[in-house]
């Protein structure tokens, strides 16, 4: 192999080639040539660098150097001045860029903190240690270099997706508010995140509410709405108080109200709380809650974009949408369109939660797998256990067992594994989890929130749940099983919206990927899993018991009889399965059976 | 605070408040911020928060600026705080309870070692 002393990589990436990196390619030869360090200096393309906005650049190795805004005729001076003279071409030097810092500063490696790029690091209740890491800096852009068509281009640009979980296309949303007709429209911010351990939007509106609230007024600014609303649950009462801090602060400051920055479009925002119903977190259910009617979602079309908020068009996204749009903007639709999968661009935050060693918030591109999620980021099972299934999506999305853990992550590949994204809301359950328990514990909790305005959704979740609870308490019939698959695709195609059209999911993906639990649950009387109260017994070992009575001492029914130093017996119908006995025994002599 | 009526205010607040920024660092004040999100309080953050003041106050320590932040999405490593020694870097610390906090306070803050046990390893 060649040996050379110098390597200057050339980004080709396409902005890049644009900008004439081919050009500079050819006049690094040509002047290499010319000098006679064609022997020393070996150029190469490599692909994107630093941010194509800036490029062409290019790389110097060893050095490390990084060039930046080359043209052609900059290459003889870098030239001369790098590989003859051996001194850095300062002037073409990229500076040390911020943004590219906080990216390697995330806490686990794998991570990449776009959204969650402030959290933890700012004081959320100043406004001004916001405006020190480029905040509003987008907006100033917005208002000023751009007309609402190019806002919505570069989020079309960028391939932005409705990050609450369906996945909408963000800029076809925008633009379908924009082009309605009626005029006073208006803006919503989803944060009524209700899925039992997620977590992420609330972590953003406590620790970086002004990134929500500058890409709310942006949106606004994009679809022409004069008022903006934030739904956040009441169940989040740090979150509440932020928003609303950093809104009167913002306000103060000018960057709400009238004439915002001195230009001629004024907007401004207030935050609504919700009293805790889950269905509010669907979009015409919500609506409802804020116009101060009940929380009951009603049919689509018309689309929120047509007839919304009092009739008006309207705009929903999510938290960690609106979040996402300042940095598109500042960093440009490329930078962000260069993460992620083909159909999924950018990153994602999920909440970890369950049985994983690393429980809280990960932001993650596109395209990472679950296994890298739960045993790269998350740090694996708890207590060494085994994997079993991880449920995406919260309430309504499915349970996947192993063999999906290599799955990339992105909207498409869940749907298909038969999962939803949801609003990124993951629960990992090691081996010692029942399945059949599982998909009992999300269907009590979809059963209780449904809010009962149509039949299959009110009716239907409560039969599933009556025939889970049965088949767990040890008297499931044959028969259940097709029962439930009936009632699943049933509650799926006729439900009113899409709490009732995602409930049987958990049961549905369990019954696909863990049909033999159910199985053994019903026809065999047991649990594999040793979970299920009503199919388990706890046995005293006669040879393992010294007769100690410290388990019946602690038993609360006295199921528990033996004479001191004789082994113990377990009445089974007097024990209530409560397992103190087993946590109390010094000698390893319970089990379960 | 005055609004911001132009693209250059905007940029001169950010200025300010990059070079307040700057003037905390080089003042060789420590600065103390404490993880007060939902998960941070829940795991004894206000707790860790009252033993770090107290501490400050029983033993009259000056140039400590005690300051809070959200969370940093590392959950199970909650109450977190981060300590930063003048221009050194920031060390982030978990499972801080109060106890730990005394310690960190007594061994980083004042003795300026830093206490390995309970830094969180990137």
């Not at chain 1, 405006?131 to 391939?159: F, H, N, W």
């Not at chain 1, 009293?275 to 009951?296: D, H, Q, Y």
């Not at chain 1, 809301?425 to 909790?445: K, L, P």
Request: proline residues 5%; glycine residues 10%.
């Amino acid at each position: 192999m060649k040996y050379y002393r110098s390597h200057v990589l050339v980004s080709v990436d396409p902005e890049c080639v644009k900008r004439g990196a081919h050009e500079i390619l050819d006049a690094l030869q040509d002047e290499l040539v010319a000098e006679g360090l064609i022997d020393e200096v070996q150029v190469l393309e490599t692909s994107r660098i630093g941010d194509p906005a800036q490029g062409p650049d290019m790389m110097v190795y060893p050095e490390g150097t990084h060039y930046i805004g080359l043209t052609a005729n900059d290459i003889p001076y870098i030239v001369k001045e790098h590989f003859l003279k051996g001194r850095v071409a300062a002037k073409f030097v990229a500076p040390e860029k911020a943004a590219v810092e906080s990216e390697l500063s995330a806490p686990t490696i794998k991570e990449i903190r776009v959204v969650l790029r402030n959290c933890g690091k700012i004081d959320p209740e100043n406004i001004e240690e916001y405006i020190a890491e480029d905040g509003y800096m987008a907006l100033a852009k917005v208002l000023t270099d751009c007309t609402p068509d190019q806002v919505i281009d570069m989020v079309m640009r960028s391939g932005l997706r409705g990050r609450g979980g369906a996945g909408f296309p963000t800029a076809k949303k925008w633009s379908l508010a924009r082009d309605a007709v009626l005029p006073e429209k208006y803006i919503i911010c989803n944060a009524d995140e209700g899925d039992p351990g997620a977590f992420m939007n609330r972590l953003v509106l406590e620790s970086d509410p002004h990134s929500v609230v500058e890409g709310m007024i942006i949106a606004a600014y994009a679809i022409g709405a004069v008022r903006g609303y934030i739904y956040c649950r009441a169940e989040y009462p740090i979150a509440v108080r932020t928003l609303n801090l950093a809104i009167r602060q913002a306000r103060s400051m000018g960057l709400l109200g009238d004439n915002i920055l001195g230009t001629n479009f004024s907007f401004d925002l207030e935050v609504r709380m919700g009293a805790g119903a889950f269905v509010c977190g669907e979009e015409t259910a919500l609506m409802s809650s804020i116009e101060g009617k009940r929380g009951e979602p009603r049919p689509r079309p018309p689309f929120p974009a047509v007839k919304g908020l009092w009739g008006r068009p309207t705009n929903i996204n999510n938290v960690e949408t609106y979040a996402n749009v300042p940095q598109i903007i500042l960093k440009g639709p490329e930078w962000f369109a260069s993460m992620g999968t083909e159909k999924s661009k950018g990153t994602k935050t999920f909440a970890l939660a369950g049985d994983v060693s690393h429980t809280g918030l990960i932001e993650v591109p596109f395209g990472i797998s679950l296994r890298e999620i739960v045993y790269d980021v998350g740090g694996g099972i708890k207590d060494g256990k085994g994997f079993k299934a991880i449920q995406t999506g919260g309430p309504m999305g499915g349970c996947l067992p192993a063999q999906f853990l290599d799955l990339p992550v992105d909207y498409e590949t869940l749907g298909q594994a038969g999962s939803i994204m949801g609003s990124g809301g993951m629960i990992i359950m090691d081996d010692e989890t029942c399945m059949v328990d599982i998909a009992r514990f999300f269907m009590e909790f979809t059963q209780d929130e449904s809010c009962g305005k149509c039949t299959p959704c009110r009716v239907g979740t409560r039969r599933i749940l009556e025939i889970l609870e049965r088949i767990c308490a040890g008297k499931g019939k044959h028969g259940d099983i097709e029962t439930l698959e009936m009632l699943c695709k049933e509650i799926k195609t006729t439900s009113l919206c899409g709490l009732g059209q995602g409930a049987p999911n958990p049961v549905e993906s369990t019954l696909k990927h863990f049909r033999h639990e159910y199985e053994a649950h019903i026809y065999e009387k047991r649990c594999p899993a040793k979970v299920c109260k009503s199919l388990i017994r706890y046995e005293i070992s006669p040879e393992a018991c010294t007769g100690c009575t410290v388990c019946a001492r602690n038993c609360p029914v006295t199921a528990i009889t033996g004479e001191r130093r004789h082994a113990h017996i377990i009445n089974p119908d007097t024990c209530i399965r409560c397992g103190i006995c087993m946590q109390v025994c010094n000698f390893n002599a319970i089990s379960i059976k | 605070m005055s609004p911001i009526k132009s693209l250059e205010d905007l940029k001169r607040v950010r200025e300010e408040a990059l070079e307040k920024r700057r003037v905390k660092a080089n003042s060789g004040e420590i600065q103390i911020i404490v993880g007060m999100g939902t998960t941070g309080i829940a795991a004894g953050a206000r707790e860790t928060m009252k033993a770090i003041l107290d501490t400050i106050e029983k033993d009259s320590l000056t140039g400590i600026i005690v300051t809070q932040t959200g969370g940093f999405g590392l959950d199970a490593n909650e109450p977190i705080i981060q300590v930063i020694v003048g221009d050194q870097p920031k060390v982030t610390y978990g499972k801080v309870t109060a106890e730990v906090a005394r310690q960190i306070m007594k061994e980083h803050v004042v003795g300026g070692k830093v206490v390995q046990e309970y830094v969180i390893q990137a």
